[in-house]
């Protein structure tokens, strides 16, 4: 997979809602925050049937209501446009699981 530079990244992140770029960390991430706790883990586990079947997986932490989605392509040692292609479709199951963020 091709690293991409910071200009297709600063690119991408224009098209995505809420995601920001850690350089240091070589990661883009977003948080979002659910009603409850059990809201916060049926979109982990939405996610992680979305991340099954592209193959891709992103790091994920949870703290009570709070999610934090870490995508980064650890074997190319930083982002890739398949992480842009799995934080989009974690946009939308973001946008089902909290209608309006």
Do not use: C, N, S
């Not at 809201?39 to 992103?58: I, Q, S």
């Not at 074997?75 to 209608?99: H, K, N, Q, S, Y």
Request: aromatic fraction near 6%; proline fraction near 3%.
């Amino acid at each position: 997979m091709t690293l991409l530079d910071e200009q297709q990244i600063t690119e991408g992140l224009e098209r995505l809602d809420g995601w920001e770029w850690d350089r240091e960390r070589a990661e883009i991430r977003r948080t979002v925050e659910l009603p409850d706790f059990m809201g916060g883990v049926h979109l982990v586990t939405a996610v992680a049937y979305a991340a099954e079947e592209a193959d891709h997986h992103p790091d994920i932490d949870i703290r009570y209501t709070k999610v934090t989605f870490h995508q980064t392509t650890h074997v190319a040692g930083g982002v890739t446009l398949a992480d842009f292609e799995l934080a989009a479709r974690i946009d939308e199951l973001i946008e089902a699981a909290i209608p309006g963020e």
